[in-house]
């Protein structure tokens, strides 16, 4: 046998280990292999064997991310956690709209719980402590607008205090 066989089934084996631990998606799966040293023929091949056998689907992934996710985070946070783990738009968006059918996500809910963990209503916040709640917020994919509204709702304002 040659050592490109042995390396081929070598990778296919180590992709089924990998596999019984958590799923993945096929760019996480293919760098993970190159990680522990199988070149980028073998990753690919091993990826194709799991794929054919159904052991890796990267709909039915994003699909369960978006479902265990919709509640704890904005539509735009986990977009953007899906595509970097090699998920293309277009497969998110499909997963997004079925999981949508089964679990309606209220963006606006969830935001005002996340503040009211960190501030009780009617809270003043000064320019520091306002500008890293809106970055907070900001990073995890809600827009200002959608915080702004939140944060009016809860009755938290900006404080203006005077510099010594």
């Not at 735009?76 to 970097?84: C, G």
């Amino acid at each position: 046998m040659t050592d490109h066989y042995q390396e081929q089934q070598q990778a296919r084996r180590k992709a089924l280990r990998l596999l019984e631990h958590m799923d993945r998606t096929e760019r996480g799966l293919a760098d993970r292999l190159k990680q522990a040293g199988f070149s980028e023929k073998a990753a690919e091949d091993a990826v194709s064997y799991v794929r054919e056998l159904g052991y890796i689907n990267d709909e039915r992934y994003a699909f369960h991310y978006i479902m265990y996710r919709i509640h704890n985070k904005s539509r735009q946070k986990i977009f953007q956690e899906l595509q970097k783990k090699g998920v293309d738009r277009q497969t998110i968006q499909s997963a997004w709209e079925e999981a949508e059918e089964l679990e309606t996500p209220d963006e606006h809910a969830l935001l005002v719980s996340l503040i009211e963990k960190r501030y009780p209503a009617d809270s003043e916040l000064d320019e520091r402590e306002m500008r890293r709640l809106m970055g907070y917020f900001a990073r995890r994919g809600f827009r200002q607008g959608e915080i702004s509204s939140a944060l009016e709702e809860l009755n938290i304002t900006f404080c203006v205090t005077a510099r010594r």
